[in-house]
């Protein structure tokens, strides 16, 4: 029995044996890989507002309720203009479309009217002035339909070069302290 065991014992070294001859070991790389982030941000005050107006006409007719629509639209846009010089406005869509009556069971619905109506966008980078701006085209027939803060092109590059300016700094500063 002794030399049974003896016989497996040595069996198993010398298999582990040639098993360990079979694994290659690779040499260590010359060097070492270092990664890291540089990042840069910072919070900047809205100085542009977009609004969205909107005006609607109803009349029997398609022609009344365009003209009527289109005289409401231009005295708004007159008012806007003469209240802030640093509004910008745009034609933001105009539709006319058919009114239809309520049929009763069985009947078709007929054209009973038409509404008619157009918006407008106004952009203004005069942010504490927005309200009075609202409350001057509500006065004008207008209603709000959307309003969005965000940043002017050219605060938005400047802004970027700045960025980029800090992230270069903390870039140098950090392959600095590696390099030490």
Sequence with gaps: MIRYLTAITAAVLLSTGAAAQSIQLKSLPAG???TFVAQASSEIPNDLAVMVFSAVSESKDLPTAQ???NGIMAEAQKTISDFSSLAKIQNYGY???PVYSKPKAGQAPEIVGWKAVQRIQVQTE???GVPALVQTAQNSKLALDN?????TKATKELTQ???IGMVVENVNKKAANVAL
């Design 67 to 69: 003209s009527n629509l």
């Design 126 to 128: 005069d942010i504490e």
């Design 147 to 151: 309003i969005n803060y965000g940043l």
């Design 95 to 97: 539709s006319a479309f």
């Design 32 to 34: 070492s890989n270092l």
């Design 161 to 163: 070069e700045k960025l």
